[in-house]
């Protein structure tokens, strides 16, 4: 949006920004105040209009107050105490939200309560760098490419508190995901909406990989009159039909200026200096933007020994995951390999070492005392994947570990304890949540059924 495209001599975007600023609704709200803060945002940082600074300032501090005790948002805002009601949060509404208030605290609104909910919410977002998509719902990240425009959102965000390493691995994900676009929860909509904003983030050399994979879509979903329509999922996709006959024109026009785009005064002058990096290294940039777009043409069955420990210490979860499920498909003795990789400080070829392991099953029992400590690892992350790795041993190395997972639900780790509900985590590999924000009774019963389920044999149960 941030592109110069506002339609100049027309009337008709005063008279849409004064019913911006009235908007309310009673009924998922979630999923539209984010978008109607982002148009009331651009407008007063485009035109200097403070007229409906008042509607922008009500929309920012009810989502704000509507905002989870993590940070996050469902359908509808969360309940006074915290919670949100429903199956959980809902994260593709919760993007849009983030992005709205960091654009109504660009566009002069400056309160405190704006200020946290922003900070709450990027530390949130920071946490999936590295483990995978932002999901469509819950917490868990996903290893695919694709959630339902999940994804592609965080680079987006360029403004909220995201380092540069941090947007680049959302934008890789996004273009990585260049051959998931079509499926979606309840249709693909959103998907396109995000897609090329989020692969813009790499520049016009990625935007280029990503629309020889991508550019027959719109070729299709372009009509006679150069109008765009929404396409549906393939049957059987999850396509609810609920944006049936809806026009993308305009969200498609936004993603093919996005090469165009005319950035914030205060990133100009970091722009112009990485530009001329790439101006340096195009041959580097070039090759790096093709192996983003992650060809999947070429089975792994046919990939070498090499080539898959290399996977397991790819930028990708995607790929770290594949590689470790193929790697434990094969016949050989990896696990010294492996577990040199998991001693290592690669974090990635250390997560890829650990989900490898698991992948191995019983042939990876001399490997338990590893996942035992990596239990005790600052990294939640790793702890995570320790915790699925050891369910796939065999029957004495499960039994063995049966208190070291009830252990880690009692266990304060040290990277949380210092953090508070609105400060970044104290390091990148550490959670967002502090131990005191979380519910600790349930967690904790949770953690034991999963224990009880996962690690003790069905016929020592009582």
């Given at each position: 949006m941030r592109s110069g495209c506002w339609p100049a001599g027309t009337g008709n975007?005063?008279?849409?920004?004064?019913?911006?600023a009235d908007?309310?609704?009673?009924?998922?709200?979630?999923?539209?105040?984010?978008?109607?803060?982002?148009?009331?945002?651009?407008y007063v940082i485009a035109t200097g209009d403070t007229s409906v600074m008042p509607g922008l300032k009500r929309l920012a501090l009810e989502t704000a107050r509507g905002q989870s005790g993590v940070g996050t948002w469902g359908h509808r805002f969360a309940e006074?105490?915290?919670?949100?009601?429903?199956?959980?949060?809902?994260?593709?509404?919760?993007?849009?939200?983030?992005?709205?208030?960091?654009?109504?605290?660009e566009a002069g609104v400056k309160e405190p309560a704006l200020d946290r909910a922003i900070a709450k919410a990027a530390g949130f977002l920071r946490w999936y760098v590295d483990k995978g998509a932002v999901p469509t719902v819950t917490i868990c990240p996903s290893p695919r490419t694709r959630t339902t425009a999940s994804a592609p959102l965080p680079p987006c965000r360029s403004?909220?508190?995201?380092?540069?390493?941090?947007?680049?691995?959302?934008?890789?994900?996004?273009?990585a995901a260049y051959s998931e676009r079509e499926h979606g929860h309840t249709g693909n909509y959103f998907k396109y909406v995000w897609a090329l904003l989020g692969v813009a983030r790499r520049g016009p050399l990625a935007i280029g990989a990503y629309l020889r994979e991508q550019a027959w879509?719109?070729?299709?979903?372009r009509g006679w009159d150069t109008s765009f329509v929404y396409q549906p999922s393939p049957e059987g996709q999850e396509e609810h039909h609920k944006y049936t006959g809806w026009d993308c024109t305009g969200t498609h026009l936004i993603a093919f200026c996005a090469a165009a785009e005319k950035p914030a005064p205060h990133w100009q002058k970091a722009l112009h200096r990485r530009a001329a990096q790439r101006r340096a290294s195009r041959r580097g940039?070039?090759?790096?933007?093709?192996?983003?777009?992650?060809?999947?043409?070429?089975?792994?069955?046919?990939?070498?020994?090499?080539?898959?420990?290399?996977?397991?210490?790819?930028?990708?979860?995607?790929?770290?995951?594949?590689?470790?499920?193929a790697l434990g498909k094969r016949e050989g003795d990896f696990l010294p390999a492996l577990l040199k990789m998991l001693a290592g400080k690669n974090r990635e070829a250390c997560y890829g070492a650990c989900e490898a392991i698991g992948a191995l099953g019983p042939r990876a029992d001399a490997a338990a005392p590893q996942l035992r400590a990596a239990l005790k690892d600052a990294d939640p992350w790793l702890q995570w994947l320790a915790a699925e790795a050891i369910p796939t041993l065999s029957l004495a190395g499960r039994k063995a570990s049966v208190s070291d997972p009830l252990a880690v639900t009692v266990r304060v780790n040290p990277a949380t304890h210092a953090a508070t509900p609105h400060s970044p985590p104290a390091s990148r590999f550490s959670?967002?949540?502090?131990?005191?924000?979380?519910?600790?009774?349930?967690?904790?019963?949770?953690?034991?059924a999963w224990t009880a389920r996962n690690f003790i044999p069905q016929s020592s149960r009582s």
């Open positions: 975007i005063e008279r849409e920004a004064k019913w911006a908007f309310t609704t009673t009924g998922y709200l979630s999923w539209y105040y984010g978008y109607v803060m982002t148009f009331l945002g651009e006074p105490g915290g919670n949100i009601g429903g199956y959980g949060c809902i994260n593709q509404p919760g993007l849009s939200l983030t992005i709205g208030m960091v654009l109504a605290r403004t909220c508190s995201a380092t540069a390493r941090r947007r680049s691995f959302f934008a890789k994900m996004s273009t879509y719109y070729d299709l979903a940039h070039r090759r790096r933007a093709r192996l983003c777009v992650q060809r999947r043409r070429e089975p792994l069955r046919k990939r070498t020994t090499e080539q898959l420990f290399a996977g397991l210490a790819s930028w990708s979860p995607f790929v770290r995951k594949r590689s470790a499920a959670p967002i949540t502090p131990a005191r924000a979380r519910p600790a009774a349930s967690s904790k019963t949770r953690s034991m």
